[in-house]
């Protein structure tokens, strides 16, 4: 059974840095793409950055709206996958979360709640 544990969320000034962390247990983690997906209330969850698996490259991708400021990165001996957002703007309040790049209802976690305040 697959389970992913969302940290590091705050409350932080704009302009200001986060780093999210979420750790996956069970054994899957190294062979699949990863994403950190984002929601706020009464909006859907978007996908905001994606890293592929280290045999395939380990390539990323970003929404255009975080492109420049988060960076996405995995450390598959720690079975863990992050997210340093740096300039963060009061847009980027909301609960954070991890999953494969193609969602998994039964992976969804609690998510970690980021707000940037002005």
Do not use: H
Not at 5 to 19: D, I, P, W
Not at 59 to 64: C, G, L, P, V
Not at 76 to 101: P, Q
């Amino acid at each position: 059974q697959v389970q992913l544990v969302e940290s590091g969320g705050g409350l932080v000034q704009a302009g200001g840095s986060l780093r999210l962390s979420c750790v996956a247990s069970g054994s899957i983690f190294k062979i699949v793409a990863m994403g950190w997906y984002r929601q706020t209330p009464g909006k859907q969850r978007e996908l905001v950055a994606r890293i592929a698996r280290i045999s395939s490259g380990g390539s990323t991708d970003y929404a255009d709206s975080v492109l420049g400021r988060f960076t996405i990165s995995r450390d598959d001996d720690k079975n863990t996958v992050y997210l340093d957002m740096n300039s963060l703007k009061r847009e980027d309040s909301a609960v954070y979360y991890c999953n494969t790049d193609k969602p998994i209802e039964q992976y969804w976690g609690k998510g970690t709640l980021v707000t940037v305040s002005s």
